[in-house]
């Protein structure tokens, strides 16, 4: 889906003005300060709260493979190891979780904090545990006892980032592994539906309709009598700033774009007979990187792979009978409700024709600097959270979503996948799978696979919930979720292949509306080419299909360079037309050619749409289907007049060799060898920022990694999003790939490194294999993982 990130500089401004920082640090001293706090990962540590003797083997790649003769002790020593490796990062998203940032910050995280407490599961707590897994409660219980027992075990000996900030990390509590805001994230939809009615006020529903269509296209127009003024992307504001201060901890910001690639072969197209099947979930580029990987082995489990350091369980790998990987669906799970307020009391709403008391819950927020606690009041009508207050129009804006329904903590119903003993089990696993929606695709050592659009699944009735709606009539309200067998899956399909990137998949004739917002058939179109062209699949073959980067859109750019119609005055292109027009699409870091088509797609995307909707709303219209709809445009024999006027062929063409020339402009004369040749890659680059990177250059010096150039792009399988700077913002850092005829053969990428601590040696040692593309192998057997053992650690009652 869509994830440079923003940075920490208005928080650490914050905490910087109260002197903590020292003004004369440098790099060095940076590094020996950082180095001279790094976790133990040799010998014994004795520890309270264990039961019985815990291994701890860390490979050579920094994953730690945990052997346990308890589940207690296995999840309480996940926590320790997560903790030990990322103590600084886990910290602050259990503080952006609970809605506790002004404790560090001040004032400028009463926004943020606010917005996480309005989204808080406040219901029956025993459903909420139950929808997990039947010990999901004693688990988390047992992996935040981890995590404090390793925060204990440090005593003052903190990692660098809570040195130079003054402050310390919290105890963890069972439910602060049921964050919502990670959920909340990745359930987006009512941030396009306000996008949506903001550019239906601005341009018209008719022209809205061309610049934003829908999939499968649908008219959709305002509810009836609903004014759309005053509705637009302010009303998310709390919502940013759940996001802004710390934004590491959900990193999803300027330009990067989501989006995921699975797929999978039953053993008929395989060498080795068995099912394969790979996996790589794009999010933000982050330092640490969003996945934390571990091996969890103790009677019952034997589960490796990956998942968010701060929860128990792994939520994307392999166990000893089932392989599993997925990618966003983009299930619509979410609402905006306008709810009419009372004039003479904004805690009233209109339902029907009376007026009902809003739920209102008060809490009070320690605020930094602040002599005593700050009290917040939070609003609820009976379709969610108030999100926003339009006072002047009278107005509510209420945001209704699946998350706030019993099991909607995201991935940590993985623990009930975690111990599946074949497909069919974990195809009933997914029955209370509710946030993110995932299109879930599973292998088993019996040579099944499968996929399943899973997430709870909203059923609207007689509307679409593509824009807001008003709250008080009653017309407007779910039915309830469709049950798991009327989601979109397929099992063992006849066509021995299953593959899914985030477009659209519903099956032909599907009766149900699932979603109208989907990721372009780029990618997907290209991995069901190559699946297409071989019949003996091998682990070879699967990562040169997940570093693929020929680009479909470079592709169709290429016929457009073709139909130039270059006046006099723009001779000079020809030669620059004639090389993107004999491309073959492949974006290459060495691409001399990329780079021009680099700057020409990212060009020709403005200028195409910036004439249709105001400058504010330029984001919107170009994000999503923003480059299909353009090149839609611009392949058809004959010139719209909708987009282009009354000239509409030579407005067309003016706008291609003008953004043409702008493009040949940003690489000058170099691409025809007059100078070194300037290459995608050194255009497209990628740069691990530490959050601390900006209190200032030595700062960044000391603990960012990079810049690493970076092939492909957004539309690429290897996919590369960037921004406005072809700064890679988004894409693949971590990878996996699984034979399942030999579990030991499977292999991974991750990035920038396992550890979060700089001066680590598992800081930054799996960047070099990101950046040229290669991958390091997830040992699985006992005997596999002592042969790649570089670190032992015991833990010891």
């Not at 062929?649 to 953004?659: F, G």
Request: hydrophobic share 40%.
């Amino acid at each position: 889906m869509r994830h440079c990130v923003i940075g920490l500089f208005p928080v650490l401004l914050a905490l910087s003005s109260a002197a903590l920082l020292i003004a004369d640090e440098t790099p060095q001293s940076l590094r020996k300060q950082a180095a001279a706090v790094l976790a133990q990962l040799d010998g014994d540590i004795k520890i309270a709260g264990l039961r019985e003797p815990v291994h701890v083997l860390r490979d050579k790649w920094g994953i730690a493979h945990v052997y346990a003769k308890n589940t207690e002790d296995l999840f309480f020593a996940q926590g320790f190891v997560a903790a030990q490796d990322r103590l600084f990062q886990i910290d602050m998203w259990r503080r952006v979780g609970a809605g506790e940032t002004a404790e560090v910050v001040g004032k400028a995280g009463l926004a943020g904090d606010r917005f996480a407490r309005l989204i808080k599961y406040r219901g029956d707590m025993f459903q909420e545990w139950s929808s997990y897994s039947p010990q999901a409660r004693e688990i988390a219980y047992d992996f935040t006892r981890g995590i404090n027992a390793y925060i204990d075990h440090l005593g003052d000996r903190l990692p660098i980032e809570f040195k130079l900030l003054g402050i310390k990390p919290k105890h963890w509590r069972p439910e602060d592994c049921l964050s919502r805001m990670s959920g909340i994230y990745m359930s987006r939809n009512f941030q396009t539906e306000l996008a949506r009615a903001e550019l239906i006020a601005a341009v018209g529903v008719e022209k809205a309709r061309r610049i934003a269509p829908t999939d499968p296209a649908r008219d959709f127009a305002p509810a009836p009598g609903l004014d759309l003024a005053g509705i637009d992307r302010t009303i998310l504001a709390g919502y940013n700033a759940a996001l802004k201060p710390l934004p590491f901890s959900i990193p999803f910001k300027d330009g990067a774009d989501e989006g995921s690639n699975n797929w999978e072969v039953d053993g008929t197209l395989s060498a080795s007979g068995k099912p394969m099947l790979a996996s790589d979930p794009h999010r933000a580029i982050t330092l640490p990187s969003l996945r934390y990987l571990v091996h969890l082995n103790a009677p019952g489990w034997n589960v490796i792979g990956s998942g968010e350091p701060g929860l128990p369980g792994v939520a994307i790998g392999h166990n000893e009978h089932v392989a599993w990987g997925f990618t966003i669906v983009g299930t619509d799970q979410t609402d905006i409700y306008v709810e009419e307020t009372n004039p003479d009391d904004a805690t009233q709403y209109r339902v029907g024709d009376g007026w009902q008391k809003m739920k209102v819950i008060r809490e009070t927020v320690v605020v930094k600097g602040e002599p005593k606690p700050v009290e917040m009041e939070l609003r609820f009508t009976r379709h969610g959270s108030v999100i926003h207050e339009d006072a002047k129009r009278h107005r509510a804006f209420a945001l209704k979503w699946a998350g706030s329904e019993p099991g909607g903590a995201a991935y940590l119903r993985s623990l009930a996948l975690d111990r599946v003993k074949n497909g069919k089990e974990f195809v009933a696993a997914l029955d209370k799978w509710k946030i993110p929606a995932l299109n879930m695709v599973y292998a088993d050592v019996d040579g099944n696979i499968g996929w399943v659009a899973a997430g709870l699944t909203p059923v609207r009735q007689g509307w679409d919930g593509l824009l807001p709606v008003p709250g008080s009539r009653g017309e407007y309200e779910w039915k309830g979720f469709l049950p798991l067998a009327e989601l979109p899956q397929s099992h063992n399909p006849a066509g021995h292949i299953v593959a899914t990137a985030n477009h659209n998949i519903l099956p032909s004739g599907y009766k149900h509306e699932i979603a109208y917002d989907w990721a372009p058939r780029y990618r997907f179109a290209r991995i069901e080419d190559r699946l297409a062209a071989k019949k003996a699949f091998t682990l070879k073959d699967f990562q040169s299909i997940q570093h693929d980067n020929v680009s479909l859109p470079g592709r169709t750019l290429g016929k457009l360079a073709k139909k130039l119609k270059l006046e006099e005055k723009d001779a000079e292109l020809q030669p620059y037309a004639d090389m993107v027009a004999a491309w073959d699409g492949e974006l290459s870091t060495t691409s001399m050619v990329g780079a021009l088509y680099g700057l020409w797609l990212q060009e020709l995307l403005a200028e195409f749409y910036r004439p249709h909707v105001p400058a504010k709303l330029l984001d919107f219209a170009t994000s999503r289907s923003g480059v299909p709809v353009m090149l839609s445009v611009l392949e058809t024999e004959k010139a719209d007049p909708a987009w282009f006027g009354d000239q509409p062929e030579i407005a067309r063409n003016r706008l291609l060799c003008s953004t043409f020339r702008t493009a040949k402009n940003g690489v000058q004369d170099e691409l025809l060898g007059k100078k070194k040749p300037l290459t995608w890659g050194e255009l497209h680059q990628a740069t691990f920022r530490h959050p601390l990177a900006k209190l200032g250059p030595a700062y960044a010096e000391a603990f960012n990694l990079g810049p690493v150039p970076k092939s492909g792009d957004a539309h690429t399988p290897n996919a590369a999003s960037h921004n406005a700077k072809s700064e890679q913002t988004g894409g693949a850092t971590y990878r996996h790939i699984f034979d399942l005829a030999d579990w030991d053969k499977g292999v991974a990428t991750s990035a920038p490194g396992q550890s979060g601590q700089p001066g680590s040696p598992f800081y930054s040692d799996l960047l070099p294999l990101w950046e040229k593309g290669q991958y390091f192998p997830l040992a699985y057997s006992r005997e596999k993982v002592e042969e790649v053992t570089s670190h032992r650690l015991k833990l010891i009652p």
